[in-house]
């Protein structure tokens, strides 16, 4: 079977796959062919008993090579990321990782425990930028029982 057979198949196993596709399946064999070959060439560089450097012009072949098929594999959708694009589900729909869930949380909370400026007033500074040390001093007492509240949600989390 054919590299541009197995790409086929993939595509209609997927359900994506349209004759659209057929020039792009070509290219992608083509790269992939002239990638390994390119790999070859670059292993023959290697001092004996040795590895080959990836300083030779032959690396950066292969490299630019590698980029180019994983392009033609996002376009195509034989990504998950481009297989969903293809398929039409949106980002919000796919599981979150719950790690990114929970900084998401936090930085809600520490954004509603600044005391940054209100949009209705860009430039107002917060007390802490008064000449006063006592609204200075308050100020900061205010910001740490805040960061210890936040700590104190997060230690215990698993």
Same mark, same amino acid.
């Given at each position: 079977m054919t590299r541009e057979q197995i790409y086929k198949a993939q595509l209609e196993a997927l359900g994506i796959y349209e004759p659209a596709f057929d020039p792009l399946i070509?290219?992608?064999?083509?790269?992939?062919?002239?990638? +390994?070959?390119?790999?070859?060439?670059w292993a023959k560089t290697a001092p004996p008993g040795g590895k080959p450097s990836f300083l030779d012009p032959h690396y950066l072949v292969v490299e630019a090579l590698d980029r180019k098929i994983q392009g033609y594999r #996002?376009?195509? &959708?034989? +990504?998950?990321?481009?297989?969903?694009?293809?398929? &039409?589900?949106?980002?919000? =729909?796919?599981?979150?990782?719950?790690? +990114?869930?929970?900084?998401?949380?936090i930085a809600a909370r520490v954004e509603s425990y600044s005391a940054l400026p209100s949009p =209705?007033? @860009?430039?107002?500074? @917060? #007390?802490?930028h008064?000449? #006063?040390?006592?609204?200075? !001093?308050?100020?900061?007492?205010? !910001? =740490? !029982? =805040?960061?210890?509240?936040?700590?104190?949600?997060?230690? &215990?989390?698993?």
């Open positions: 070509k290219d992608l064999a083509k790269a992939e062919r002239r990638r +390994t070959r390119a790999e070859k060439e #996002e376009s195509m &959708g034989l +990504t998950p990321k481009s297989l969903r694009r293809l398929r &039409g589900v949106p980002e919000a =729909a796919v599981d979150s990782d719950p790690i +990114t869930e929970r900084l998401d949380k =209705a007033d @860009p430039y107002a500074l @917060p #007390e802490a008064s000449l #006063e040390p006592e609204a200075a !001093q308050a100020y900061a007492e205010e !910001q =740490a !029982q =805040a960061w210890d509240v936040l700590k104190l949600d997060t230690d &215990g989390a698993p």
